[in-house]
């Protein structure tokens, strides 16, 4: 929609003269997506700043909100690329189908990264990092999985309508499907990664003060 009258915008302004006194203005649906999108750069923030927030107040440090919030970009590559694949461009449904796919991902990181912790605390030091970080995104692999495949099953249907209201559906449906398989793969693979790395650059700073205390 909004590449259509971009495009009208500049032919007119090429092609026609407009009389003293006269302006065009673009109302209906153009109108009503233009004035969602606005709504939707203050709320699209607004969430995230929340989520931030409760992601702290759960695990009591930054570190893991932002390492969770790496989710984001995942899924926001793979509703993108599908949009794309598929023809599609960036409407108030493909909006807000980025919003319920936000909140999946983040859903999914909260469950990896927080067993993880626990396995770190259960075992203590009786395994080294590594192996703990192996076991804990083994344990959540299957909750993982089946969190994703619920959803992306569920939009299937709406992303291949074509009966009325079908042009809200499948934009939705595209998004949160090409997101979550995404965000899904990059969750098990990438995720344990940067935690490891994250937490591995801790241990190493902690012993490094140490030694330096000591000597």
């Known amino acids: 929609m909004g590449t259509y009258v971009a495009n009208l915008q500049k032919e007119i302004g090429v092609k026609a003269e407009m009389p003293a006194g006269y302006f065009i203005d673009y109302g209906g649906t153009f109108e009503n997506q233009q004035r969602a999108m606005r709504h939707l750069l203050l709320v699209v923030p607004l969430s995230i700043f929340i989520i931030i927030g409760l992601l702290y107040l759960n695990f009591g440090k930054m570190k893991y909100a932002i390492l969770i919030l790496l989710n984001l970009p995942f899924a926001l590559s793979g509703g993108v690329f599908l949009l ?84 809200v559906q499948r934009p939705l449906a595209t998004v949160v499907i090409g997101g979550l398989i995404t965000s899904t793969f990059l969750t098990l693979l990438v995720l344990p990664i940067i935690y490891y790395w994250m937490e591995n650059r801790g241990t190493k700073k902690g012993k490094n003060v140490e030694s330096e205390v000591s000597s």
């Open 84 to 167: 794309w694949m598929r023809g599609m461009y960036l409407s108030i449904s493909a909006s807000i189908g980025f919003v319920a796919l936000f909140g999946v991902a983040v859903l999914n990181g909260i469950v990896l990264i927080d067993h993880i912790n626990e396995v770190r605390k259960g075992k203590g030091k009786e395994k080294d990092l590594k192996k703990m970080i192996l076991e804990g995104s083994a344990d959540r692999l299957r909750p993982v999985l089946m969190t994703a495949l619920v959803a992306s099953l569920g939009f299937i249907p709406m992303a291949f309508n074509t009966g009325p209201g079908s042009e």
